[in-house]
Structures are given as C-alpha cells and as structure tokens.
C-alpha cells in the first residue's frame, strides 16, 4: 500500500492564479480531509468528505472548493490564489470518521507570491 | 466548542531524560484524545489515542499519555528521550464520530545529544 499520496510536493503561485493539489488513498477508507499547517497555529480543517459524492466544510474554508468523485481521489482546488494561502498543505484519511486514525500524506508547500 | 491548548511552543531535553509534553483541552463531555508526531519535513503520525478505559495510554515509539479528567489533561510522556524523538507534536480533541477534530499549536521538542 502507498498510503497517502499527494503532488506535487511544492509550488509557487503568482496571485490569482488557479491550481490543484492532488490527494490520493489506496486504503479505501471513507473519511478524507484537507488541512493546513501554518506556523504556530497547528492544523486548521479546510474540508473534508465522508464518501464519494460527499464533501463539506471545515473551519477555513473560503478560498477552496472540493470534490470526491472516486473514494480515492480527493483534490483541493485553489480558484484564485492570494498570499494569505501561502501554506503548507496536508491532505489525510481514515476509515470512517476523524476519530479513527488519521493517515497523512507527506504535504505540499505552496508559496503564493 | 472543543478547544486544544498546548501550553509549551518548544520543550528542550536531554538524550537520556525525561519527557512530559502537556495539553490541556476543553470540551463537555470525554472526548477522543490524540497525540501526533511530525518528524521535519513529513506528514503527521498517530502515536496514541485514548477515548474510555485504562487512564494510561501506551503508544508507538515507547510514548505513552495519561488521561486526567479532573484536571482536563492528557499529557505525553517518554521516560528516555533519544535524538531521533526530535518533532513537532501535536495534541488533537474530537468527540465520537467527529468530523471536524480541533488540533493543538504544537511543541517543538529539540533534543541535545
């Protein structure tokens, strides 16, 4: 198993430009979420989904929309990227809800210039 | 609502000694507790989690955590300490079948040889 997989691994965004983070599970868990990690603040939620078909927001959402048309496919889409979303990014998953281990990929740093 | 509090940004130790990583959480009723760890550069890890039973929690890496309802604490602890230890760690809170788990700030522990 490969786990939690996530590309790229960094990129730079001038602002208002648009792109995906690509997250991908080969575990068949349910339970997928989108978090991001910014210096002393931990990790906030941005979105998550309880199943293909399902998605919904976390405490940050604005700025970001989701979709999960696979169970194992869940990508976050930047719209029109600012500097505020200068993050580091973490996509992770568990069987069912957030209570039960959470997997997490390995990140991607974006820069948003 | 459910909050997290990680009283310590950075806890410095000794190869060899002790360690005790505090967090403090607030929520109505017992919740789920987790501790995560993140080497640099790597996603995040279970260590343990603890939602009913035995106070004492054992966990990977020979980490272990108490749950303390009276005083709303669920500290990590080591008794020795090794330089590959060095990460971030975070505490987690979420009630049964969350969805939307609340995370600490993170203690930064840095380990002197």
């Known amino acids: 198993n490969a786990g939690v997989t996530q590309t790229p691994k960094f990129q730079v965004l001038k602002t208002g430009q648009s792109m995906t983070l690509q997250c991908a599970q080969d575990?068949?868990?349910?339970?997928m979420s989108w978090y991001r990690q910014d210096p002393g603040m931990g990790l906030r939620l941005i979105h998550y989904s309880v199943g293909a078909g399902i998605t919904d927001q976390g405490e940050v959402p604005n700025g970001y929309n989701v979709s999960r048309s696979t169970t194992e496919d869940f990508p976050l889409r930047l719209l029109s990227a600012a500097p505020s979303q200068t993050s580091v990014y973490f996509c992770?998953?568990?069987?069912?809800?957030?209570?039960?281990?959470?997997?997490f990929g390995p990140g991607t740093r974006l820069t948003v210039l | 609502a459910q909050s997290v509090t990680q009283p310590d940004i950075h806890i410095t130790v000794s190869e060899g000694a002790s360690l005790e990583l505090r967090c403090n959480y607030s929520?109505?009723?017992?919740?789920?507790l987790f501790w995560y760890v993140q080497s640099p550069g790597q996603g995040l890890q279970l260590l343990l989690k603890?939602?009913?039973?035995?106070?004492l929690v054992q966990g990977i890496k020979g980490f272990e955590a108490e749950f303390k309802r009276s005083q709303s604490s669920f500290n990590l602890r080591k008794p020795s300490v090794h330089w590959s230890d060095a990460a971030e760690y975070f505490c987690?809170?979420?009630?049964?079948?969350?969805?939307?788990?609340?995370f600490g700030r993170g203690t930064s522990l840095i380990v002197h040889p």
């Open positions: 987690a809170v979420g009630p049964l079948g969350s969805y939307i788990p609340t």
């Open positions: 575990m068949n868990h349910e339970y």
């Open positions: 929520y109505g009723a017992t919740p789920y």
């Open positions: 992770a998953s568990s069987l069912q809800t957030a209570t039960d281990t959470q997997y």
């Open positions: 603890y939602f009913s039973g035995d106070t």
